[in-house]
């Protein structure tokens, strides 16, 4: 059976260099791991805010650790230093516009500020690539809110079957036609 | 008077190679019928998911059939054969973002893989090119959310005045400042 | 102290030509006056559409004038001259379609033809540019949705610290970390 693999970066000048800790990444393991029944492996990278950086390593997960989805934390506003939304847009074949836009609708119920998030998602190859905000609450709240179509995404680009935890997330599988 | 053809390409490997009926394509020419009061002809092609083949189905409609309205179904998921926003970004100088927008906020009321819809929709010269999902009963939810605009955004582009059924459909076209 | 400044762009062929009145421009004005307690200087210009001259203009009151924010009203929908949308992107270096998402959501309680505005926002250098609809009524629902994160996107991108009236506008700055 396939080992399914799941990437995590962590786009942080601050956390990359250590001044503090990356707690957002750790949540977004500790979420993984309340959702899925299945087995799976964090690969786990934390980064500076480089384009360049973010890219290679968007896709060494992809290509050569085989990671199905890939999910990003921090970066995603509007200063001079938040480049995830180009870095995944740049290493995507296929935009997934519709993730982008749940994520701000759910986060608008908390914060007007929500607008100013420009994360996306996106397809490369056989990877669902992810960016989520850097506060660890605000992680949460939409991977609550997109999760639920994440499974099924993996099945359409031929990844590994995710097993959730019914008890914790509902997950969405249409009917075989 | 100016004959109305709206053109409705369905992008569906199977479809096109005969394995199944294309029942998508007839449900959109069928949803037209009950809101039109204008005369119409249908355009109608089934093509393979190639970004190519698409594209010129798309250009030819617009340019030498003169359909004010192109209206796909099919190929907007996220795997690997899905190109149908693709080919409809390729071909059209202005994309309208308000329309996938709120398609997928309506297909959200019914599944959580919404999300996972990349429809798109965009003008070319005087067509208005719209992306609806393969799924014959998403067809009519999606047509009835963004059908309302329609005939004022042809009106914009400078194409042929089309008269609804107000009995089945309610459009809004503003008063003339 | 620096003096802020906000540029203000009525897109319109006919305004131009002083065919009529620019009564959006001055819409505009008159909202940021209510918002605003901080001292703040318009820079004020009608140009007709034409993506070259939009460009120029928006470049000009980025680069040259300091304008913290550009905002333009006009020229967002699917007809030939409405360019504002395209002449925004080429300028910008980041865009930021939350502003574009929510403000055609908000204008959607309205009219249905809402989802034809192609309206989008971006970042060049420490400019905020928000294409803002053409119609008077229109602007001061989608500034009223939006004004409230822009002071912070302001203090993201290292501009002036805008300083708003409480009672008109409810504006959100998250504690710092």
Redesign the interface.
Known sequence: MQTIKIGIITSSDRAAANVYEDISGKEIINTMNEYLKSEWDPVYKVVPDEQDVLEKTMIELADQEGCCLIVTTGGT????R?VTP?ATEAVCQ?????????M??VS?KY????????Q?AG?RNQS?IINLPGKPSAIRQCLDA?F??VP??ID???GPFLEHNPEVI?V???KKK
């Open positions: 506003g509007p200063a001079l938040d180009e296929k935009m997934m516009p519709g993730f982008g836009e749940l701000r609708q608008l914060v007007p500020t929500a607008i100013l998030s420009r996306t397809i669902l997109v639920p179509a099924y995404c359409l680009i031929e509902k969405f599988r249409p």
